[in-house]
Structures are given as C-alpha cells and as structure tokens.
C-alpha cells in the first residue's frame, strides 16, 4: 500500500482491498473517482498507527524524507524558568503551549526550541510589527536567513550556516491555508494564531 498526499488529504493505494478490510481506518472515506480510500491529512498520525496495528505493509509518501536544520554551534542562552518552560514542553512530546508574562522572553524561549528541535520552523504572527520582530530574531540569535510570507513577500527560508540549503524558518503574517507542511515545527506570537496544534503530517507543537 501507498499513502499518498493530494489536496490536503491522504489517498491509500493499495492493489489488494483485502488489506483495508475490517473497522473503519480514522478519517478515511471510500472515493469512487479514483477507487481509493481518501481521508483529512490530519488523520496522518492516526492513521500510520492504525496500519501498523494492523501489521499492514505500506509506504508513506506523506511526509518524505524528514528535514534538518544544521547544527547550532553555540545553544540559545536561557533563565532558569525558560529552561523549565522548554523542559516541560519536550516532555510533553514537544506540543504545548508557553505562557509567560510580557516581557519575559517568550521570544528567546521560541527561538531555544527552533534549535533543540532542529527541524524547520513556522513562525506565526498576527502584526506587521511582531513579524519584522521575529525575522531580526531569527537572524540575530540563529543565524538563519528565514522566509517570509505576508506584506507583499512571499518566499521560504534558507539556513546560512555552511552555506547550507537545508530548510529554515518562515514567517507567516495572517496565515489561513499552509498546505502540508511535514517534520515542522509552529510557533505562534499569539495564541488566537493557532488553537491546536495543526498539521498534514507530523502534529507539530504550538507556542504562544
């Protein structure tokens, strides 16, 4: 079996119907126009358990080869109580959201988790002002050069480091349709940006 990605939603290839026999896979409904099982993207997770429950062979074609950051030479300095915000939200599975007063440096406590996770990055805002904010960050305390989509850009991020082209972060103003986005990361400004943490692929965590 194939698990494909199209439209926002998954398709299950599979040229023996023998294999999806049985209890309802999450999510997924029979679709004529193709003869194939389709299901929300955000079933992803759900359903690779689902599969490997039932020992069915498959490939996952979702969310490909998983994307890497460089390595950070030098971590992101943090106060006692950030390094326990970041410690609960990795023991949480890295989803969760940080709630901290202004000013007490939940920008920083963002960027520490960009670069313990390692993965390429959203970084969602809702002002022109915490977007241009973000975007000095990222340079400054990372050293990546990120996207940005919203205010007349559109365009994905780049590390710097080693003059690698490995995926950065992108920051997104006014975000309302990401598309599939897998092995991400999302960073919120504000918690109204995103509720639960979304995704088509992997379920990312979300920081306000």
Same mark, same amino acid.
């Given at each position: ?148 989509? $919203? ?53 990312? $965590?979300?920081?306000?």
């Amino acid at each position: 079996m194939r698990l494909i990605f199209d439209r926002g939603t998954i398709v299950l290839l599979s040229t023996s119907n023998t294999e999806l026999t049985g209890a309802k896979l999450p999510g997924a409904l029979w679709d004529s126009r193709i003869a194939a099982l389709r299901c929300p993207a955000r079933y992803h997770d759900e359903l690779i358990a689902e599969l490997v429950r039932r020992h069915v062979r498959f490939t996952d074609e979702v969310a490909g080869t998983p994307a890497r950051l460089p390595t950070i030479s030098e971590p992101v300095e943090l106060r006692p109580y950030q390094e326990a915000a970041l410690a609960a939200w990795e023991l949480a599975g890295r989803q969760g959201t940080a709630v901290l007063p202004t000013g007490s440096g939940k920008t920083r406590l963002a960027l520490a988790a960009i670069a313990r996770a390692g993965v390429p990055t959203l970084c969602l805002v809702p002002t022109l002002v915490l977007l241009e904010q973000w975007m000095g960050s990222l340079r400054e305390t990372l050293r990546i050069e990120p996207g940005q989509l $919203g205010d007349g850009e559109h365009r994905t991020g780049r590390s710097r480091w080693r003059r690698s082209r490995a995926p950065g972060a992108t920051c997104i103003a006014w975000a309302t349709s990401l598309g599939c986005l897998s092995s991400t990361r999302f960073i919120t400004s504000e918690p109204a940006c995103a509720t639960r943490p979304w995704t088509c692929a992997r379920p990312p $965590g979300a920081w306000a």
